[in-house]
């Protein structure tokens, strides 16, 4: 299957810095990659659909001030956490959606995920 | 209610055994379903597809029921390894927006 590489894979911050990740495609171009956070032992919500060359689509209640997304190419998406609160703690996982099926739905390739901690 | 809900579990069960899960979805205009799988603290990984007629891979066996809107794994002879969080995904269509159920805890155990 495609590789999805997502850096940090964990990082530790204190509150009110701001922390970047990184979503990369590595051998195949994704135009879509989508960013999910999961709390623990809750499911995996999907926050925003980033679209190369143009905005992200964010989820309801996701603040996009504080969630900053950029797609700047084909394969790789960047999500900032500005002003990092310790309630921003969680998983974030980032997945490429390739597409090159030919079916209706294009399979989603997941990061391994960063595991963010602010104290 | 909850888009997709399953039953958070755990299930322990001793190797060889065989056990099922359900999920049940509240839109009836999903279009496509999968089990992944998720070990603890990695990221989900693709069990299988769910297609409407039933599918089979290995010991693994997806079944989707659109009328009652829901969906079932069922796995055989199960192994340590098979430990792991099911998780029930649903796409919506419209982007491929996945919707994710928080996933039922196997325990697979000699």
């Known amino acids: 299957g495609a590789v999805v590489s997502q850096h940090p894979s964990w990082v530790i911050c204190k509150s009110g810095t701001s922390v970047k990740i990184e979503c990369r495609s590595l051998?195949?171009?994704?135009?879509?990659m989508f960013w999910y956070r999961q709390f623990p032992k809750q499911s995996l919500m999907l926050m925003a659909t980033s679209n190369e060359g143009s905005k992200a689509t964010y989820e309801q209640g996701v603040e996009k001030d504080k969630f900053l997304i950029n797609h700047a190419s084909l394969t790789l998406s960047t999500l900032t956490v500005t002003s990092a609160h310790p309630e921003d703690s969680s998983f974030y996982i980032c997945s490429a959606r390739w597409e090159g099926g030919t079916g209706s739905y294009n399979e989603q390739f997941f990061g391994p995920g960063t595991r963010l901690t602010v104290l | 209610r909850k888009e997709v809900e399953q039953d958070p579990g755990p299930f322990n069960v001793p190797e060889g055994a065989t056990v099922a899960f359900n999920c049940t979805y509240s839109?009836?205009?999903?279009?496509?379903f999968f089990w992944y799988r998720q070990d603890c603290r990695k990221e989900p990984k693709l069990l299988m597809s769910?297609?409407?007629s039933g599918n089979e891979d290995g010991r693994f066996t997806a079944q989707l029921n659109r009328a009652s809107q829901y969906i079932s794994l069922l796995i055989r002879d199960s192994k340590l390894s098979d430990s792991a969080t099911y998780l029930c995904v649903v796409n919506t269509g419209g982007g491929n927006k996945l919707t994710f159920g928080t996933g039922t805890q196997l325990k697979v155990e000699l």
């Open positions: 769910v297609y409407s």
């Open positions: 839109n009836s205009a999903s279009q496509s």
């Open positions: 051998d195949f171009q994704a135009t879509t």
